[in-house]
């Protein structure tokens, strides 16, 4: 089977009495409508990972990741569809969550192992696949070169050039695979990358080793207090985006994002005229595990 999806990511514009004062203009490409659960980056990153296992003539998908990871559930979603079978290994306690209830009725099968013992990857990979021939290695967040290769092809669908391109980073799998996009293309576009955890600056690192030598900037101060951390202002924020435009952005990635550049337009960071695009990396499956912070 050819593994593929058609991407259906429009771009939209966002309007608000802020960008029009600074005289700003915010796009976002919507990702998170590739596909409900193979959504947003997960999607770009899974392509070429995929394709390879088909090379490779493996059938089963074994990766890894928390109990809300849009990754576990990306991978389950993607395996159904494409006729693997996958085993997801999920760090910490059994528990439920809505992620983990669709990636268990996608036919992933699901092993919890403790924080310590997660750490090792391989380890455990070869621990539980070791006497299985078709069990294929992804890794946590579907990270690395391949799943680069797949975000760096988002530049191509761009229709015209923005002044700035804003993502979240986790991995920064993402960030470095549209950086190399904007760079093969020699757009003049600068990169932005907002980590949403505590401490990112080997994050930094990993990115400048994917990219060599590329520039890009790094705006580490809206972690919220480290990863899924939040506080009332980031929910306020979230809420009042969601309901103001009707696009859905989620308090771990692309709520802290937009607070970011929110907070940037706010403090004249940009240029008068400069058009911007916010890449909405999908996921937003995640915010129902986190329905309780809200106060509504
Ligand atoms: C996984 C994820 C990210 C992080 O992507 P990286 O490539 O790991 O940096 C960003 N946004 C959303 C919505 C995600 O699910």
């Given at each position: 089977m050819m593994i593929d999806l058609p991407i259906n990511s429009p771009l939209e514009e966002i309007f608000n009495p802020l960008f029009k004062l600074k005289e700003i203009e915010l796009f976002i490409k919507?990702?998170?409508?590739?596909?409900?659960?193979?959504?947003g980056n997960k999607w770009r990153k899974l392509k070429y990972i995929l394709q390879e296992a088909v090379a490779l003539q493996k059938q089963h998908l074994v990766t890894f990741g928390g109990a809300h990871s849009n990754h576990l559930l990306a991978t389950a979603c993607a395996a159904a569809k494409f006729g693997f079978s996958s085993t997801g290994i999920v760090r910490g306690e059994p528990v439920d969550s809505p992620t983990i209830f669709l990636s268990k009725l996608f036919g992933m099968q699901l092993i919890f192992e403790d924080r310590e013992s997660y750490l090792d990857k391989n380890g455990l990979f070869k621990k539980h696949?070791?006497?299985?021939?078709?069990a294929y290695f992804i890794d946590e967040g579907g990270s690395g070169s391949l799943g680069a290769k797949g975000c760096s092809?988002?530049?191509?669908?761009?229709?015209e050039v923005f002044d700035h391109i804003f993502c979240a980073a986790g991995t920064g799998t993402t960030a470095a695979g549209i950086l190399s996009g904007i760079s093969s293309k020699s757009l003049n576009s600068k990169m932005h990358v907002v980590p949403v955890?505590?401490?990112?600056d080997f994050l930094k690192q990993d990115i400048e080793n994917l990219v060599k030598g590329l520039f890009f900037e790094f705006h580490?101060?809206?972690h919220f207090g480290g990863y899924a951390k939040t506080n009332d202002e980031l929910l306020r924020f979230i809420k009042d985006f969601t309901n103001s435009t009707g696009i859905l952005i989620d308090p771990v990635y692309t709520g802290k994002l937009l607070f970011a550049i929110y907070d940037l337009i706010s403090k004249d960071y940009f240029a008068r005229g400069s058009r911007i695009l916010m890449v909405?990396?999908?996921?937003?499956?995640?915010?129902l595990g986190m329905a309780d912070r809200f106060k509504l």
């Open positions: 919507r990702d998170d409508m590739i596909h409900p659960f193979i959504s696949f070791i006497n299985n021939p078709n092809e988002l530049i191509d669908e761009l229709p955890l505590k401490g990112a580490s101060a809206y909405h990396t999908g996921g937003t499956t995640g915010i």
